[in-house]
Each structure stands twice: as structure tokens, then as C-alpha cells.
């Protein structure tokens, strides 16, 4: 029988592609968005506790009731929103399954759903299974900041849903209060749902305030606030993330999420409820954590001949090396793995249409001191 694919854009993710090749020359890997530091000793003594404790079996298919307990609390004490747990809050497995889910439960074959590219690579993935389309509106190549004028001239009467992502993979870019403003005017007037991906919400930088789509009363009602605790408890191998709707929309959500996984690892669950109440300076203190680190690693950068862009929140700094070598960012990522040993991410593959002469690569700073002096090491010799 001719396999017939239904996902014909769909290859390799970029980061599985890069990750490999960095495995193949022994090559220093910034290119996956992945910490390699320890995970908090609290967090992983709560995980085997509640393991030998028994709790092995299936979860709540909403999620463990602690764990919808203490992300309200967490909520609240960051938003001054309290969602109900129970018809406001779904735990999934990572934002990845959220994105899926939102996308699934809202959007109908045939609409449409606006992503600003460069956008995260599973965005258009899950609007495809949907069977929609996806209107893909540039951020400015060089700010990575939004063109609302564009966003509302992409609206049709079929748009549906629109995403949006900040702190910004891969940019690090920040949506402002004016731009969360425009948003909720474009998508109220127009009565479209948000879907804001808002899994670097921690780790934003420089005092700046993270514009949580949650901030916005007028944004509650049509709108999936979806975050990691991959991202903010150094796990991303634990797949844990959640969901907050509204419940009209948390109930059609939850249609999905109850067929697509039904529920999560269930002893993580657990660990993160005790995690949250019993540590909170955890995840306030993530932005300084972070900030040292993006610190010392633009500093190493500015001895080599990478010019580095501003990056006011997440764990991505993209450098610039139009000073280096004309190669497109494909070519150039390749050329560095093999030639130089460090790995980073080309930025085209998170385009419907990159920007033509755009030179630009994705390193990761979620790394120890030691991974990050042996790449500099290695980029000094650019
Ligand atoms: N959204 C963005 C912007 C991301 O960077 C990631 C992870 N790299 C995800 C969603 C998916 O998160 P998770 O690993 O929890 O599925």
C-alpha cells in the first residue's frame, strides 16, 4: 500500500537535525533549548518521594489536584489572577501538548490562525492536523517586534485563533504592555481566540515586567495562557506543562487533552505541587539567575567576531555573523559544527519565508560555565 503522508511539510525538527550532526563531530551543542545543569535537589527528592509513596497510577485527567492547587496560587501571586483549579486550570504533557490541544479544541478544518514568524516549530504542525491554515506575518528581521498593522491586515472573516510567544523563541524578544494592547484590541474586535505561549514567563530580564496575557481582564475569556515547567524547574525531559482557560474554553480543552494523552506522569505532578508552595524563590529569582548568565556569556561573545543581539528575556542569544561569512544561516550552522565544533540553530526553519540575507544563529546560554568557555573557546578562533 502507497503510504500516503497527511503532514507533507512536516521533516526532522531542525534541533534533532543539528543535535545530531553536533553528536557526530563532537561539537559543542548551544543549538537545543536545553539546560545542563542539575534540576533542584528539593524538586528531585519530592519526584522519587512520591514514587516510593505509591502514586504510580493514572492522574486526574485534569491533573493532580495539588498541582492545579499550587499553579493557582503561583497564578495569583504573579498575575494577581486566581484561576479556578478545577474548570480553569489542565496540566498537560509539556506546552507542546497544550499548543496541540488549544489548536484542536478551537479551530475548525478550512480557518485560519495567524503565527508571527519566526515562530516555534510546532506551531504550524498543530494548525495543520487541524486541518486550517496558517497565515504566517513577519516580526521585524532585526527587532523581532510585531507589525500589528500587518496582523490586522493578514484578519479575515475565517481567522479563527491567534498565536502569540513571549518571552520570544528564538528572538528572546519581549511583547510590551502597548503591544498586549494592540492585541487585545485586534482580537476582541475582531472576536478571534489567543493562544500566548508564555513558557519563558520567569525568565525575563533587566527589571522588565513579563506581559502575561493574564494581565489583561479583557483577554480572559478568549484566551489559552500555556506554560513549561521544562523551562522553569531545568527539566525539559520531564514534559510537564499546563493550561489556563477560561471554562468554557478549559471544557473543550480538555475534550482533547482527555483523548490525546488523558493525563501526565503522575509523580512529577506531585513533586511540582511541593516544589511551587514550598520553594517560590525558585522561580522569582529564575530572571537573575538567568541574567548572570547571559551576562557572561555576552561578555565572552565580544571577544569573538559574533555580533551578539539584545536579549531581554529567555534563554536564547542570537548572534549575528554577517562580519564571518556570507553562507545562509543553513550552511553556516553546518560549517560550524564541522568546522569550528559548536552548534547552534539557524533561524530559516522558523520562517514560511525567511528574511533574504538574513545571517543569523541561535545559541543557548542554559549551559554550565565549563560548556559555555570551551565554545567560546572554540568561537575565538572564528
Ligand atoms: N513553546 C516554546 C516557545 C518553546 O520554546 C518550547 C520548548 N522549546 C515549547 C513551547 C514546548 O515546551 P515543552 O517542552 O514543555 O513541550
Request: hydrophobic share 40%; charged share 20%; glycine share 6%.
Amino acid at each position: 500500500m502507497q503510504p500516503v503522508t497527511k503532514l507533507p511539510k512536516v521533516g526532522t525538527t531542525i534541533f534533532t537535525t543539528m543535535s545530531t550532526l553536533a553528536a557526530k563531530h563532537s561539537a559543542v551543542n548551544l543549538g537545543q533549548g536545553f539546560p545542563d545543569f542539575d534540576v533542584p535537589p528539593l524538586l528531585v527528592d519530592a519526584l522519587s518521594r512520591a514514587m516510593r509513596d505509591g502514586q504510580n497510577q493514572y492522574a486526574m485527567m485534569s491533573g493532580a489536584p495539588a498541582l492545579r492547587l499550587a499553579i493557582a496560587h503561583k497564578t495569583d501571586a504573579c498575575y494577581g489572577v486566581r484561576p479556578n483549579p478545577d474548570t480553569e486550570i489542565t496540566v498537560t504533557s509539556g506546552a507542546s501538548e497544550a499548543i496541540l490541544n488549544a489548536v484542536l479544541a478551537v479551530v475548525r478544518a478550512g480557518e485560519e490562525v495567524i503565527v508571527l514568524d519566526p515562530c516555534y516549530d510546532c506551531y504550524e504542525p498543530a494548525i495543520d492536523m487541524a486541518g486550517a491554515i496558517a497565515v504566517h506575518v513577519p516580526l521585524d528581521a532585526k527587532t523581532f517586534a510585531p507589525d500589528w498593522t500587518r496582523v490586522r491586515e493578514a484578519i479575515t472573516p475565517n481567522t479563527r485563533l491567534l498565536m502569540i510567544n513571549s518571552p520570544h523563541n528564538p528572538s528572546g524578544a519581549m511583547l510590551t504592555a502597548d503591544d498586549m494592547r494592540e492585541v487585545a484590541d485586534i482580537v476582541v474586535s475582531h472576536n478571534l481566540y489567543l493562544l500566548s505561549d508564555e513558557v519563558y514567563e520567569h525568565i525575563v530580564f533587566d527589571g522588565a515586567r513579563h506581559e502575561s496575557a493574564l494581565l489583561y481582564p479583557e483577554l480572559r475569556d478568549r484566551t489559552f495562557v500555556i506554560s513549561s515547567f521544562g523551562k522553569t524547574y531545568h527539566c525539559t525531559g520531564w514534559k510537564v506543562g499546563y493550561c489556563v482557560a477560561p471554562p468554557a474554553l478549559t471544557l473543550e480543552f480538555r475534550k482533547v487533552h482527555q483523548y490525546n494523552t488523558f493525563c501526565t506522569f503522575h509523580p512529577a505532578q506531585i513533586a511540582f505541587a511541593e516544589m511551587i508552595e514550598k520553594d517560590p524563590a525558585h522561580y522569582q529569582s529564575l530572571g537573575d539567575f538567568y541574567q548572570e548568565k547571559r551576562d557572561a556569556f555576552r561578555q565572552q561573545l565580544s571577544e569573538t567576531k559574533l555580533k551578539a543581539l539584545p536579549v531581554p528575556g529567555g534563554y536564547f542569544q542570537l548572534v549575528d555573523y554577517s562580519d564571518i561569512s556570507d553562507l545562509d544561516d543553513m550552511a553556516f550552522s553546518e560549517w560550524l559544527t564541522i568546522e569550528k565544533g559548536v552548534t547552534g540553530i539557524p533561524l530559516s526553519p522558523f520562517y514560511a519565508t525567511p528574511p533574504k540575507g538574513q545571517r543569523l544563529l541561535r545559541l543557548c546560554f542554559a549551559k554550565n560555565p565549563e560548556t559555555v568557555a570551551e565554545a567560546m573557546a572554540r568561537l575565538k578562533t572564528l
